[in-house]
């Protein structure tokens, strides 16, 4: 309130005083309008996992353009309009829990884990007014005001940051930050609404001119909705203003304007011939050229559920979708990616089980081991309510978000892991922080995309020789790359570009490219610059460009996952292999095997552990199919990642056999 006060005074001062008792009447103002706001935030809002936020404020600051029109011959009343933007951001109250408990490092006894938890908002608004302006006494420059307000929300100006800290035990730090500090969770605020409030001001004009005034004001908005449509969030705001207004003059007749002096005539070179002179050419030793080939490609699924350490609450990694956004739902429709599919597990076990009616998920919570237990290993205290809670976060999610009948869900906790990871190693705490699910039916089935089409392109990487030259310099140049019109590619600069530009086509543009590319065909290359004065060249040469079928069909098995330092494959992916062999090999289908893992371990023992795994899975494959024409089988150890290994399920979608079998497309027509 104090500094409200203070821009008050300091703006009184910078305009001359006195009473604008000989304003020009006009037919109507124009203005501008600068405010600081103080935002007050009043709010019910609950953090599922360290209770009710209190109350909170913060301050920021509005700009806005306004009109006013006469509403009588008095000129007393008027009506005002205006458009502009307003910032309402805070912080809500801080809310503290200690609803778990750790081992305190320094007395080696469990104590209650105290967290403070802090929300922080920024609300940035489009802001719509009208209203009435009153000046109550004929000689006296004071006024009040009354509007009505909409505020648009402005997008990513709209966004929210949930910040967490340990305040005790000392010396518990979270792993992931390795500080008593992490952010939960930001990006824009979900459900925010358009603003809708009342505004009332008192202002005083005083002129600087016969036709500008300035006026200090004093602003009180009330909102008459809730920012978010999930809880009560309302947000007052005081506002301190200073509004410049331009009186329109009356209307007179002016002098006709001088004639102006004859111009000076001077030679001037033409700029054209000081415009930049370009080259640009292309290094590549080939032609670009895509193969398109048709593809079918078997996810297998990884039924684990990861959680940060102490925590029940599921990681933003996987996707929690919105009654509409799972009304659009569709498995097919998913990335042909491992990753992106798995992140997307619980709305495809969702989906599976609303589909299967008679269908049941068994869902077992476990902790890392050292998460409460007892000396002898079995569960006590917040440990065993830990892995019942995360066990619940999964079950929630799906009851809730997909319609689920409870008792298709079963619940049940266990110390650690059945297959629990090594720890030996930190990681392997990280990988028995999870939620197992187990079916007898099969919704854990693997996720299958048949028949795609999956384009690559050689070569990778396209070096461009570039040249802009100007006797004046070179301001700044810009090159693209187009195919039909729609540019696939561009990057530019300030001054002359560099000598080599290199273009690594990502998947996106050769897939965008693929659409309109033909057998014999070209990309167009332009190269843009302007020199110093503006005067701008332009250059463009075709770069040679193909598309062609491949004559083999891909079936690929991508990810058979195993446990750690396992080489055993399992009855269900037995089950898998065996399946994919009878749907994808043919008598003239050739067969490739690569094992690998992750990159935990010595390297020798990764090496051989990657060959057993992929040993094995052709013995199981050439005991399904003993003709089958295996051509390479190998394992590569972690020396390609494909995956991240900081992440547990990074880490398991590495411990892999990837088996491709390519047919010719015709040996499929035939079986057909």
């Not at 689920?404 to 906790?413: C, D, G, Q, S």
């Not at 080599?500 to 693929?514: F, L």
Request: a neutral charge; proline letters at 7%; charged letters at 20%.
């Amino acid at each position: 309130m104090k500094r409200i006060f203070f821009v008050l005074a300091i703006a009184t001062l910078l305009t001359r005083s006195g009473i604008a008792q000989d304003m020009t009447i006009s037919p109507f103002h124009l203005g501008f309008r600068a405010s600081y706001l103080e935002n007050f935030h009043n709010t019910d809002a609950i953090c599922p996992t360290c209770g009710q936020y209190s109350n909170g404020r913060g301050s920021g600051y509005a700009a806005q353009l306004f009109g006013e029109v006469p509403f009588n011959s008095f000129r007393r009343l008027d009506l005002t309009f205006g458009l502009g933007m307003a910032d309402r951001g805070g912080s809500f109250g801080e809310a503290l829990s200690s609803n778990l408990q750790v081992l305190d490092p320094n007395t080696n006894n469990y104590v209650p884990f105290v967290r403070q938890s802090s929300y922080s908002a920024s609300l940035t608004y489009f802001d719509i007014s009208g209203g009435l302006r009153l000046r109550p006494l004929a000689r006296f420059a004071g006024y009040i005001g009354a509007g009505f307000n909409a505020g648009l929300p402005m997008g990513r100006s709209t966004t929210y940051v949930q910040t967490e800290k340990i305040l005790s035990p000392s010396g518990v730090l979270y792993p992931e930050t390795g500080t008593t500090t992490r952010t939960d969770s930001s990006g824009v605020i979900p459900g925010i609404q358009t603003s809708f409030g009342l505004t009332g001001t008192i202002g005083y004009e005083v002129p600087l001119s016969t036709m500008i005034t300035a006026a200090p004001e004093l602003s009180y908005f009330y909102p008459l909705n809730n920012v978010e449509s999930g809880f009560r969030w309302h947000v007052v705001s005081l506002h301190a203003s200073i509004a410049l207004r331009w009186n329109k003059p009356p209307h007179f007749d002016a002098p006709p304007p001088p004639k102006p002096p004859p111009p000076i005539v001077q030679q001037r070179e033409d700029p054209r011939t000081m415009a930049p002179k370009l080259a640009a050419v292309s290094l590549s030793g080939e032609p670009f050229h895509i193969i398109e080939t048709t593809v079918t490609e078997t996810f297998p699924i990884l039924p684990y559920i990861f959680f940060d350490s102490a925590s029940a609450t599921l990681s933003d990694r996987f996707a929690q979708l919105t009654p509409f956004e799972i009304a659009q739902f569709r498995e097919n429709e998913l990335p042909h990616k491992s990753l992106e599919s798995y992140y997307q597990i619980l709305n495809v076990i969702g989906g599976r089980m609303r589909a299967n009616p008679d269908a049941t998920l068994t869902i077992n919570g476990t902790t890392d081991g050292r998460e409460e237990t007892n000396e002898g290993g079995a569960m006590k205290g917040n440990g065993a309510a830990l892995a019942m809670s995360r066990a619940e976060a999964v079950r929630k999610y799906i009851a809730t978000a997909w319609r689920i009948a409870p008792e298709r869900l079963i619940v049940t906790t266990s110390t650690t892991p059945k297959n629990p990871s090594s720890t030996e190693y930190a990681e392997g705490f990280e990988e028995n922080r999870r939620v197992e699910l187990s079916s007898s039916s099969d919704i854990l089935r693997p996720i299958v995309h048949e028949r795609f089409r999956e384009e690559t392109a050689t070569p990778a990487l396209l070096p461009l020789s570039l040249t802009a030259t100007s006797r004046i310099g070179v301001r700044d140049w810009h090159l693209a790359i187009r195919k039909s019109g729609a540019t696939v590619y561009e990057t530019a600069g300030t001054d002359a570009p560099p000598q080599t530009i290199e273009w690594k086509p990502a998947a996106g543009q050769v897939e965008s490219i693929a659409k309109t590319l033909n057998e014999h065909d070209s990309l167009q290359c332009e190269l843009t610059a302007s020199a110093t004065n503006g005067a701008q060249s332009t250059v463009s040469i075709a770069l040679p460009a193909s598309k062609t079928v491949n004559p083999l069909e891909l079936s690929r098995l991508s990810l058979i996952v195993f446990d750690f330092d396992q080489s055993d494959i399992n009855r269900q992916n037995q089950r898998m292999i065996s399946q994919f062999v009878k749907k994808s090999l043919y008598p003239a289908s050739t067969v490739t095997i690569i094992g690998s893992t992750d990159n935990l371990g010595e390297l020798q023992h990764n090496q051989k552990l990657s060959e057993d795994r992929a040993f094995h899975v052709r013995d199981l494959l050439l005991a399904d199919k003993p003709d089958a024409k295996i051509t390479e089988t190998k394992g590569i150890g972690p020396s390609n990642l494909l995956y991240d290994n900081h992440l547990p399920e990074g880490r398991y979608y590495c411990r892999t056999v990837r088996v491709e079998v390519e047919t010719p497309l015709e040996s499929i027509l035939k079986a057909q």
